[in-house]
């Protein structure tokens, strides 16, 4: 028999940046943990991924797969440390490589914003829009010295050997463009399956950043579906109609807006936020729309939003509702018991078996 499955919130901040909270504890940056029997699979690789997963108790010699929904560095920037100190967890272990399923080249730089007053010089103009391959690539490369010394002196297996990344391929015909159709109409397609999970996937829309993905984890207990960073759009309804738990981004235009005090910046900064994210209120419309069984809002954008910014979900949105913080459990599917409240536990210290029992009890 199957164990209730559940997520991890290992980090529910967005945004390039350090999170600096003026209200409290700083949330680390956005990574989520899908666990599923004995198997983890990770969900983007926001600042401190790594050792919030280990807090957790999550074992890399256990690790499924790891999902990049698009490449924003605050989705990826711990990226080098599960390659390097995971490798190094991993020694020798006999296991396959593990999969790194992720956006592929853009192919052009995204179009220069209307408030430019000037072209940019691009960063590496030989190769400016890199996937997960690509990125995955230049990362090992740049580490080239660390990996040799190990793979030489210590007999280390090159973490080259140990992941294994992958481009979603783009089913053909759908109409993608990266610069005018960055979510058509489309079905949900899989991109991973094991013998616990299949995980589909679908376009959405994070206008200038395309590809950009929301995954859907369909497990024999249940399913849960992570939005990554997208605006209001058909897609993301599609892929969440009636899973049991969705993991959605919020952002908080007004409390942004207050960060900003050069105009341009402003301007240009708040006209991207508004065509490339959701508010709690339209995260509810798309949970609602979905027939969702849970909405949690995550990814929150500034993270020290007060409460009541994301409760705002609640005029859209009547089912069960949470915003998690960092290291909190989430059952999800028939098992997990969900009414009208979100049953929860949160990660204090080091986690290990402790996890699935405080899954079981909660369920």
């Known amino acids: 028999m199957a164990h209730t499955p559940y997520v991890i919130t290992l980090g529910t901040a967005g945004g390039p940046r350090w999170w600096q909270d003026h209200r409290g504890q700083p949330r680390s ?13 990770l ?7 790594g050792r919030q997963a280990n807090t957790a108790g999550l074992m890399m010699k256990d690790l ?22 995971g490798a190094f967890e991993l020694k020798n272990s006999p296991r396959g490589p593990i999969p790194i399923v992720g956006p592929g080249d853009r192919g052009k730089l995204p179009p220069l914003s209307a408030h430019a007053t000037e072209v940019p010089v691009p960063v590496a103009p030989e190769n400016p829009t890199p996937g997960v391959s690509g990125l995955v690539q230049g990362l090992l490369a740049a580490y080239a010295t660390d990996c ?14 140990q992941f ?6 783009i089913p053909g015909g759908c109409g993608f463009d990266p610069d005018h159709q960055v979510s058509p109409a489309m079905e949900p397609f899989e991109v991973f399956r094991d013998e616990n999970v299949t995980v589909t996937a679908i376009l959405v829309s994070h206008h200038p950043t395309a590809p950009a993905f929301a995954f859907r984890f369909d497990t024999e207990a249940g399913s849960v579906t992570i939005s990554g960073d997208t605006a209001p759009c058909e897609n993301m309804v599609k892929l969440a109609r009636g899973t049991d738990l969705l993991l959605h981004e919020a952002i908080n235009l007004d409390e942004l807006a207050r960060r900003y005090t050069d105009a ?13 994210h959701t508010t709690a209120e339209q995260a509810g419309q798309i949970a609602a729309a979905a027939g969702v069984g849970c909405l949690a809002l995550h990814h929150l954008v500034p993270s020290y939003s007060p ?15 949470t915003i998690p913080e960092d290291l909190e459990i989430i059952p999800f599917g028939p098992s997990a018991g969900q009414g009208s409240d979100v049953s929860h ?14 899954v079981t009890s909660a369920s």
């Open 29 to 41: 940056g956005i990574a989520t943990a899908v666990v599923v029997n004995d198997t983890w699979y």
């Open 264 to 276: 341009p910046m402003l301007q240009a900064t708040m006209a991207h936020h508004r065509r490339a």
């Open 64 to 85: 499924g797969g790891v999902f990049v929904t698009h490449m924003h560095s605050d989705h990826t920037v711990d990226l080098p440390s599960l390659l390097l100190f």
């Open 148 to 161: 040799n010394d190990r793979i030489f002196d210590s007999l280390a297996t090159s973490p080259a050997e």
């Open 43 to 49: 969900v983007d690789c926001g600042q401190g991924a």
């Open 164 to 169: 294994q990344p992958r481009d979603i391929e």
């Open 345 to 358: 536990h949160t990660i204090t210290h080091d986690a290990g078996p402790a996890v699935r029992d405080a």
């Open 307 to 321: 409460p009541e910014a994301w409760m705002k979900a609640r005029s859209t949105y009547g089912g069960p509702l």
